[in-house]
């Protein structure tokens, strides 16, 4: 496998609301997340299908209120790439939200790529971006439901 399997634990629940809320963060301060950090090939992300499935990170699948969160690997457009994605139960809700944090300094800082929303569709993912064997290049996929808000980003890989 072209990529280091490289896990780590997520350190507080507020550490991990704070990151996941946020779509850089780094010494200097923070801006907020947006879809079009990674759409249409921004920094290096690949737009993909949203019911694209691939090889699921060890680690995951997370379920938060019915709804399945995994971090994915395959090949997409002959290249390596992981991606997040949300696929929804009998009981999610539209307004359920998929992201995919991605860093190139071990999580220092990273861009959050999303959040995407489900809306009526059964599955959605986040766009793709290429792995690496950088033990520094992780990826870590996070979500939240409604109506109760709760949000959750698993460990980094």
């Not at 991606?83 to 861009?111: C, K, N, Y």
């Not at 009526?120 to 993912?125: A, G, Q």
């Not at 996070?142 to 808000?149: A, D, H, N």
Request: glycine fraction near 16%; proline fraction near 4%; include cysteine.
């Amino acid at each position: 496998m072209a990529h280091r399997l490289r896990r780590g634990l997520t350190a507080t629940a507020a550490a991990l609301s704070l990151g996941c809320g946020l779509s850089i963060a780094g010494p200097a301060g923070f801006a907020h997340a947006a879809a079009s950090d990674c759409d249409g090939g921004r920094n290096g992300f690949t737009d993909i299908s949203d019911s694209l499935t691939g090889r699921v990170v060890p680690g995951y699948p997370f379920e938060i209120g019915g709804s399945h969160f995994s971090l994915e690997y395959g090949t997409v457009g002959g290249v390596q790439r992981g991606w997040a994605h949300l696929a929804a139960s009998g009981i999610s809700f539209p307004q359920d939200e998929v992201w995919m944090d991605w860093t190139r300094d071990g999580g220092a800082s990273w861009i959050q790529c999303g959040p995407f929303t489900l809306g009526s569709k059964s599955s959605k993912t986040t766009a793709a971006q290429h792995t690496s064997n950088d033990h520094n290049w992780r990826f870590r996929a996070c979500g939240k439901v409604y109506p109760s808000g709760y949000s959750y980003c698993g460990p980094w890989w």
